[in-house]
C-alpha cells in the first residue's frame, strides 16, 4: 500500500497571504488528523476529521480550517498568514476511531511565511 | 506549555552504550505511543502502550507504561548508529476536553556515533 502522501512538500508565502495543503491517507484508511510540528511547541494537534465530518480540534485560531472529502481526502487551509505559522505541516491517517489509534504519518509540508 | 515532559532534550552516546528516554505528565492517558522521527520525514510509530505497567519489548528497545498511565520510559539497549534520530512520545487523552487528542512532548534527540 502506497504511505500517506502530502502536497507540496515545500511553500514560501508572504504574511496576509493564504494556503492550502494536501493529505492523502492510506488507502482505505477515513480518519485524517493535520499537526503543526515547530521547534518551539513541537507537534502541536490542529484537528481530525472522518466521514468528511471534523470530529475533534486543537487549540488554533479560526485562520486554521481543514476539510475532508468523500474519498478521504482531507485538505488544510490557512488564511492570513502570520509569520509564526512557519512550520512543518503533518497529515496522519487511521483506519478509523475506534480503538487503540494507530496513526500513520506523511513526510509533512514545510511552509516558510516571509 | 507542554502537558507530556520529555526528559532529556539531548543524548549524544557511544556506539553499544545503553540509554533512556523518559516521558512524564500529570494527566492520565489512555494510551501512550512512541513515535522516531529523522530529518525530513513525519514520525514513525515504535509502539503503543495501554494498559498501566505494560513492558513492551521491540528488539533492544523497552517500553514501559508507568501504573497509573501518567507517565513511560524508552530504554534501548546496545545503541547502533540507525537508533539517531528524534523521539516522540504521545498521550492520547481522557479529559473531556483532551477526549481522543494525542498530546505530543517535545522529544529527545538522540544522536548515537559509531
Known amino acids: 500500500k502506497a504511505g500517506v502522501t502530502q502536497t507540496p512538500r515545500y511553500l514560501i508565502k508572504t504574511r496576509g497571504q493564504q494556503v492550502t495543503l494536501s493529505c492523502s491517507p492510506i488507502?482505505?484508511?477515513?480518519?485524517v488528523s493535520w499537526y503543526q510540528q515547530t521547534p518551539g511547541q513541537g507537534l502541536q494537534f490542529l484537528f481530525e476529521?472522518?466521514?468528511?465530518?471534523?470530529?475533534n480540534k486543537g487549540n488554533f485560531p479560526g485562520r486554521f480550517s481543514g476539510r475532508q472529502f468523500s474519498n478521504s481526502r482531507s485538505e488544510m487551509n490557512v488564511s492570513t498568514l502570520e509569520l509564526g505559522d512557519s512550520a512543518l505541516y503533518l497529515c496522519?491517517?487511521?483506519?478509523?476511531?475506534?480503538?487503540?489509534?494507530?496513526?500513520?504519518f506523511g513526510p509533512g509540508t514545510r511552509l516558510l511565511v516571509l | 506549555t507542554q502537558l507530556l515532559e520529555q526528559s532529556p532534550q539531548f543524548l549524544s552516546i557511544q556506539e553499544g552504550e545503553n540509554l533512556t528516554v523518559y516521558c512524564n505528565s500529570s494527566?492520565?492517558?489512555?494510551?501512550l505511543q512512541w513515535y522516531r522521527q529523522e530529518p525530513g520525514e513525519g514520525p514513525v510509530l515504535l509502539v503503543t502502550?495501554?494498559?498501566?505497567?505494560e513492558v513492551k519489548k521491540l528488539k533492544r528497545l523497552t517500553f514501559q507504561f508507568g501504573d497509573a498511565r501518567k507517565d513511560s520510559s524508552l530504554h534501548i539497549t546496545a545503541a547502533q548508529p540507525g537508533d539517531t534520530g528524534l523521539y516522540l512520545c504521545?498521550?492520547?487523552?481522557?479529559?473531556?476536553?483532551?477526549?481522543?487528542?494525542?498530546?505530543f512532548g517535545a522529544g529527545t534527540q538522540v544522536v548515537v556515533t559509531p
Open positions: 496522519a491517517s487511521s483506519p478509523g476511531l475506534a480503538g487503540v489509534k494507530t496513526q500513520y
Open positions: 488507502s482505505g484508511h477515513r480518519s
Open positions: 476529521y472522518f466521514s468528511e465530518t471534523q470530529r
Open positions: 494527566s492520565v492517558f489512555s494510551s
Open positions: 502502550v495501554v494498559t498501566g505497567g
Open positions: 504521545a498521550g492520547r487523552g481522557l479529559t473531556t476536553d483532551s477526549w481522543g487528542k494525542f498530546q
